[in-house]
C-alpha cells in the first residue's frame, strides 16, 4: 500500500551543523504528525522539506509514492498548512472568510454549521481571542476535508526532534 506521505533518510544541515540525518517515517491517510523538539532542533527547518519549501540536502519526500519535487504543483492543491498564525481575516466574519477562502468549494453544510451555532455573523477577532488554537479550522476546505481532526479516532505520529 502506498503511504500518503513519505519521509525517506532526510538529511538536512543549516550553518555547518547537523540537523537530521537518516530521518525516515510514512503518515498515511487519517494520521497527523505532532514535531516536538527544542529550539533550533529542525522542526520549521523539516516542516519547510514536507511542504517543499526547501529540499533536503539528502533523502527524499514522496507524496503518494511519487518524488515531492516531480507532484509539487497537485501537492500544494491538496495540502493543508496550519501553523501557530491564524491565516485568517479577522476583520470578516467567520461566514465571509469561509466565503473567501472556498470560492470555488461547496460551503453549504458549514455555512448551515456558522448559523445553527448563531457564528455566522460574528467578527472572527472575538472568535480567535477566545479559541486561538481552533481558528484555522475556518478555512478547512469546506468542513468536510479528510485532514480535519476527526476527535478521539485521530492518530497521532509523535516525532521528536
Known amino acids: 500500500m502506498t503511504m500518503m506521505l513519505e519521509a525517506r533518510e532526510l538529511h538536512c ?3 555547518e551543523r547537523t540537523l537530521f540525518r537518516g530521518l525516515s517515517f510514512t503518515v498515511d491517510a487519517g494520521e497527523w504528525v ?3 523538539g527544542g529550539n533550533g532542533a529542525g522542526k520549521t ?3 519547510r522539506l514536507l511542504t517543499g519549501l526547501a ?3 539528502g533523502g527524499e519526500v514522496y507524496w503518494r509514492g511519487e518524488p515531492l519535487r516531480r507532484v509539487r504543483d497537485s501537492y500544494h492543491q491538496d495540502l493543508l498548512w496550519t501553523g501557530h498564525q491564524p491565516g485568517i481575516k479577522t476583520r470578516l466574519t467567520a461566514q465571509e ?3 473567501f477562502f472556498h470560492q470555488d468549494g461547496d460551503t453549504a453544510q458549514c455555512l448551515e454549521a456558522l448559523a445553527q451555532a ?3 455573523d460574528m467578527k472572527i477577532f472575538p472568535l480567535i481571542s477566545s ?3 481552533s481558528s484555522a479550522a475556518w478555512r478547512w476546505p469546506a468542513c468536510g476535508s479528510p485532514a480535519r481532526p476527526s476527535g478521539s479516532s485521530t492518530n497521532l505520529l509523535p516525532l521528536s526532534m
Open 34 to 36: 505532532q514535531i516536538t
Open 55 to 57: 529540499r533536503p540536502d
Open 45 to 47: 527547518t523539516l516542516l
Open 131 to 133: 479559541q486561538p488554537d
Open 118 to 120: 448563531g457564528l455566522a
Open 97 to 99: 472568510n469561509l466565503r
Open 13 to 15: 544541515e543549516r550553518d
